[in-house]
């Protein structure tokens, strides 16, 4: 207890007095005056503050007592704005690089305030006055939604340092569903898959990431996929193929998204450690080095999420299906009043249509705290660390998944992982990701002087430890969420329980509050300069007496051993940046790979549709579009139209919809009868061109 008091006095005492702060040297020739050194060498040779220079023998080692240290040179050595080596260096060149590649992380959720940017008032009868102060509002207004996007930023990043273990285990579970989901589709010719599934395991390769209860993206965007428009070509399955491949096209390529930023950010890796050659006794570089390779765990998840098929962004397959949007929906603040009267007559912006369907929450959080959907579409993605079992759920609610499929045994046994697969080629991938940034800075932490176990290296040690568990319970949780084993009931419902849902939460939770400390914390603490202290200094395995066992601390700079150091720091920074640039190989290798083989699986497609085969499920109907169009049977028209055109629950407007119809909230029988004599089917045939003149006779 006393102890406590005596750290947290001297921790206030360095926060209201500067001149108590640490300063090495300082301390040094303040113990040099003193005659404080134990067993000091001689006069001559006690150099305090001694810099790098080749002509010039190391510095002695100076050492202190730790009462003396803490008695005498207590307090905190803040960083000192005048000096960027100790604080602007970890920022600018590690850092705030790796915090970009956050941008391309996928998302679910954002803060954002729109609703402020652009105010719609009358303030004169002059509309030329009116448009004026609009736009000076509008641009002083502009500068105040930075201040929701830093906070957005800042909670973000934390997120993704925090379940960095959760995301890459997603990723890499949906990279090799992707795999063998095309593997299994190019060898369609010794299943006899059908078009329909064909194009629906193409669909779920594109659009997997998407969540299945949002407006049921499952049926609609493959269903879709073969919807005739104005302007699409006249042959069908070229049609059909060509939005096969821009779902394709809406991810990012690896190497703009991800590839040429990774190479220019292994540039300061390569500054640092040119740096270290020039100056091998630098503690400031070495530390900026050690926690720019732990940050480098924000890359290796960009690099994870950027080599997936799946598209981040949602717009093109909302677009394909011709879905609404939030703000043709009254989701946006100013839809249908303005946003100057819903502030200053306290009413509310949502029409009242649309608010009976937003929850309490939703409401308040969309209108205070501006928490809202990352897109404004109707499809959603999911975040990086479901999008593995979200892909799963896909599959398993595929046709080629069901047993009227007549090879589903053999589908499902390929896109089943077993334990061994789930150690071997999810989890040990994945930890090594994972655990090798943090590890390799504790290496060079751990070998800054003084070396051994002090505040940074257990920070780094911390983090892998909490990230290294946080990785191995995703791992257990997407295994068993997915049924991987079979077990007796009672085990299986216990083992869910456990390790799933909420108990999954409950057993992450103080790994991920840990790796937040150690990581967040610790960079702050460091570029803040609370780790320049005696305790720091000193040795962890005397920290539970430091007191009694007065350790030792050295007040030397350019020391011998400091300059032997340099050596395993070199070492470890080219180990950190060759793993990376490996890294980045291998993702922007597999995604070209999957893409390619994704492209020639789509070209040798025969999208003409088989009799019988449609994917939709049962719970989803659709009504006789040949009875709808001629009242009557569907051989009184002489053509069968796409049935898909015409479907009331898929969410669409369809044809039905661009005459008037409400198709959504009507069934079949419902429907009105439309009359449409045979001269003018005749008449309309006429004006077709001769293929799709051809292509609607044969399918009469």
């Known amino acids: 207890m006393a102890r406590s008091k005596t750290l947290l006095g001297i921790l206030l005492a360095s926060c209201f007095y500067p001149v108590r702060a640490y300063h090495g040297d300082t301390c040094c020739n303040l113990a040099k005056s003193e005659g404080a050194f134990i067993s000091p060498p001689p006069l001559a040779n006690q150099i305090c503050g001694q810099s790098y220079d080749p002509r010039l023998p ?8 730790y009462k003396f240290c803490s008695s005498r040179c207590g307090g905190m050595g803040l960083s000192n704005a005048r000096i960027p080596s100790q604080w602007a260096a970890p920022l600018v060149q590690f850092i705030l690089p790796s915090v970009i590649f956050s941008m391309t992380i996928p998302r679910r959720k954002r803060i954002g305030f729109e609703w402020m940017f652009d105010w719609r008032c009358k303030w004169t009868r002059f509309s030329i006055v009116n448009n004026g102060i609009r736009l000076a509002v509008s641009f002083v207004l502009f500068a105040l939604q930075f201040i929701p996007v830093f906070v957005d930023t800042i909670l973000w990043i934390s997120i993704i340092i925090v379940g960095a273990g959760n995301m890459i285990i997603g990723g890499i579970y949906e990279a090799h569903l992707d795999y063998r989901i095309v593997k299994f589709v190019a060898k369609s010719k010794k299943t006899n898959l059908s078009p329909d599934i064909k194009k629906e395991l193409l669909v779920t390769l594109a659009c997997g990431n998407l969540k299945r209860d949002k407006h049921a993206a499952i049926p609609t965007i493959a269903r879709s996929i073969t919807i005739p428009g104005p302007d699409s070509p006249d042959d069908g399955g070229e049609r059909g193929k060509s939005r096969l491949l821009n779902l394709l096209g809406a991810q990012s390529n690896f190497g703009g998204a991800v590839g040429s930023p990774v190479l220019f950010f292994l540039g300061a890796f390569v500054y640092t450690i040119l740096d270290l050659l020039n100056d091998p006794s630098s ?8 926690f720019g390779i732990e940050w480098m765990i924000i890359v290796h998840v960009a690099i994870v999420s950027g080599c ?23 989701q946006e603040f100013f839809k249908k009043v303005s946003t100057w009267s819903a502030i200053s007559r306290n009413s509310d912006p949502h029409p009242p249509s649309t608010r009976s369907q937003l929850p309490t929450w939703e ?3 969309q209108r205070f705290l501006g928490w809202r959907d990352s897109y404004d579409t109707k499809f959603q993605p999911v975040v990086l660390w479901s999008r593995g079992h979200t892909k799963m759920e896909w599959i398993k609610n595929s046709a080629a998944y069901q047993k009227g499929f007549k090879h589903h045994k053999k589908f499902r046994e390929r896109m089943r992982i077993t334990w061994a697969g789930w150690i071997f080629k999810v989890f040990t991938p994945a930890l090594i990701l994972i655990a090798l940034p943090p590890a390799t800075g504790g290496v060079v932490a751990y070998f800054t002087p003084p070396q051994g176990l ?4 257990l920070s780094f040690i911390v983090y892998a430890g909490c990230q290294i568990i946080v990785t191995l319970l995703a791992t257990i949780c997407n295994a068993i969420n997915d049924g991987i084993t079979y077990p007796p009931f009672h085990w299986k419902r216990i083992r869910k329980a456990i390790f799933t849902g909420r108990g999954f939460c409950i057993l992450s939770a103080p790994f991920w509050f840990g790796s937040f400390v150690a990581a967040v914390g610790g960079t702050t603490m460091q570029v803040v300069g609370v780790y320049r202290n005696c305790i720091c200094y000193s040795n962890a395995i005397y920290w539970w007496n430091l007191q009694g066992i007065n350790p030792s601390v050295n007040l030397a700079s350019d020391t011998a051993n400091a300059r032997n150091s340099s050596n395993n720091w070199i070492v470890m920074g080219s180990t950190a940046t060759v793993f990376m640039a490996v890294n980045c190989y291998t993702g922007w290798w597999y995604q070209r790979l999957i893409r390619r083989r994704f492209v020639d699986v789509v070209k040798k497609m025969d999208m003409q549709a088989t009799p019988g085969t449609s994917p939709m499920t049962s719970d989803e109907h659709v009504g006789d579009a040949a009875s709808l169009v001629s009242g ?7 053509i069968r139209p796409d049935p898909v055109l015409f479907a009331p629950s898929s969410g669409r407007r369809g044809l039905l919809g661009d005459l008037g119809i409400n198709t959504a909230s009507t069934s079949s029988s419902q429907l009105p009868e439309i009359k449409i004599s045979g001269s003018t089917i005749q008449e309309e045939m006429e004006l077709m061109p001769s293929s799709r003149r051809s292509r609607l006779r044969a399918n009469s």
């Open 363 to 365: 409401k308040f959080s």
């Open 454 to 457: 002090g505040c940074r290296s």
């Open 58 to 65: 190391p510095a002695p080692d100076l050492l202190v007592s």
């Open 632 to 638: 009557g049977r569907a051989s009184d028209v002489g």
């Open 283 to 290: 503690q400031d570089a070495a530390i900026s080095l050690s």
């Open 308 to 330: 997936l098929l799946a598209a981040n962004n949602p717009s093109t397959s909302s677009g394909i299906v011709g879905s609404g949007h939030t703000v043709l929906d009254g």
